[in-house]
């Protein structure tokens, strides 16, 4: 009886020594699990919050347009009138005035006319304010002629308000009975203004003629002229060509019928024809024939003008985007087939000759080789490392090279992908559609590039 007693407590203790020792590894395992939870998120929120906030753009299509600015000298069709008497002049006709052949210009007389003194109504002074204003725009602190340019203009506006206000209190009667008037021998644009350049013709153009142009013109409305002053001047044709020189080949432009012109003063845009032709210098150079807008031009004879040349359509992507990186190159017949997931992955050599497969990001692939970046986390690829290929080929990593390319954001973490740029400006690039393991349209890229790494993850 005492035994069996015995033998009952000590079942009963192995019993709870069971017990213990169950509850003791279930107690184990869990705090493993939670040990290894815990790690986990402490290791992604340490992650996550040491990097920067990633800014996101979103690849779209775009282009840049390419414009050559030129600096160059005016051709006309022009005709001077002078007078044949002495006396006092009076003017029918303003400035850049179309006029007929035959119509009625100027009329000269012995006595004078009386000028009265006029004021400035408001829609005067309204147009005299768009004008200051406009070449207020458009000057520059590296070319002050054109202020020059803004006080002729001004100073024509001007006198065209006082002619309209002066012929309205003109005897007309005196005038008929003037002892010389003047009328067009041409129809055309009437100008006042006479520079010595009226009768130049385009194949006497040299590359140093701008540089020795004089830029005085002579007004020719005087109040009293003398036989043989020049009175005024008929541009006698709308078209009109511009001389200039470039380092840029226009040739090929001549087999197009027009090219895009924006006139940087004028602020005026319009179509033009380029054709080249030798100097008197003999040089090749280009002119430019426009037939648009002839009274803008109408008293000058250098101007500043733009030329669109191309344009450059592709991927639109910020320049702050992109980020250089050193990538391996592996030959392409280092590429296997994983014979479980038919996924493309690469053999390493590892510890002691035992072949590893791994995959990575392939930044960039060209005929004979892949491309990827130092730092892609997913291959942990080291310099110097071995790698073989199903026929015992082997190939060790040496040969390094440095892409142009961006973060693509769409794995939720960096992964660098090589563009090639076909041209840029300060703030964009173009580059490459449809590039072989490059970017796609409406991919997400990382916008701050240099504020972070490859295989950072999406804070933003």
Request: charged share 25%; glycine share 4%; net charge neutral.
């Amino acid at each position: 009886m005492l035994f069996k007693n015995k033998k009952l407590n000590n079942d009963k203790e192995n019993s709870k020594d069971t017990k213990k020792a169950k509850s003791f590894y279930i107690f184990k395992v869990l705090f493993i699990i939670l040990v290894i939870i815990g790690a986990y998120v402490v290791f992604n929120f340490v992650k996550i919050f040491s990097n920067k906030n990633v800014k996101i753009y979103e690849v779209t299509t775009g282009e840049i347009v390419n414009v050559d600015r030129h600096k160059g000298f005016i051709y006309r069709d022009e005709s001077i009138a002078t007078c044949i008497n002495n006396g006092y002049i009076n003017f029918y006709v303003a400035n850049a005035e179309r006029v007929n052949r035959g119509a009625f210009i100027y009329s000269i007389n012995d006595t004078p006319s009386v000028v009265q003194s006029f004021e400035l109504n408001s829609n005067d002074k309204k147009n005299i304010r768009q004008n200051i204003k406009m070449y207020n725009n458009n000057i520059t602190d590296y070319d002050f002629s054109n202020i020059y340019t803004a006080k002729d203009s001004l100073n024509g506006l001007i006198n065209e308000i006082n002619l309209v206000k002066q012929l309205e209190n003109i005897d007309i009667e005196k005038e008929i009975n003037a002892k010389e008037k003047g009328y067009a021998k041409f129809a055309g644009l009437v100008s006042f203004i006479i520079d010595g350049y009226e009768s130049a013709k385009i194949e006497n153009y040299s590359d140093d003629i701008i540089k020795k142009f004089d830029s005085v013109k002579v007004s020719t409305q005087k109040k009293e002229v003398i036989s043989g002053d020049n009175i005024y001047k008929i541009i006698k044709s709308p078209e009109f060509s511009i001389a200039f020189d470039s380092a840029y080949d226009y040739d090929n432009y001549q087999k197009s019928n027009n090219v895009l012109v924006k006139f940087v003063y004028e602020n005026v845009t319009t179509n033009g024809r380029i054709e080249s032709f030798i100097g008197s210098d003999g040089k090749k150079h280009f002119k430019l024939n426009i037939i648009d807008y002839p009274e803008k031009f109408i008293d000058k004879r250098i101007v500043e003008f733009e030329i669109e040349n191309k344009k450059i359509s592709g991927y639109k992507v910020p320049i702050k985007s992109l980020v250089s990186k050193n990538c391996y190159m592996i030959p392409k017949t280092m590429l296997e087939k994983d014979p479980e997931t038919n996924e493309d992955i690469f053999y390493k050599v590892g510890i002691n000759g035992i072949r590893e497969k791994f995959t990575c990001n392939i930044s960039k692939e060209d005929n004979n080789y892949y491309y990827i970046s130092i730092d892609d986390t997913l291959s942990k690829l080291k310099y110097g490392d071995v790698l073989i290929n199903r026929f015992n080929d082997t190939f060790s990593l040496s040969e390094v090279t440095q892409l142009n390319g961006v973060y693509n954001m769409n794995k939720g973490y960096a992964i660098f992908k090589n563009v090639d740029i076909i041209d840029k400006t300060n703030e964009y690039a173009i580059v490459k559609k449809q590039t072989v393991n490059g970017i796609s349209l409406y991919d997400h890229i990382c916008l701050n590039a240099n504020d972070i790494k490859e295989g950072d993850l999406i804070t933003s």
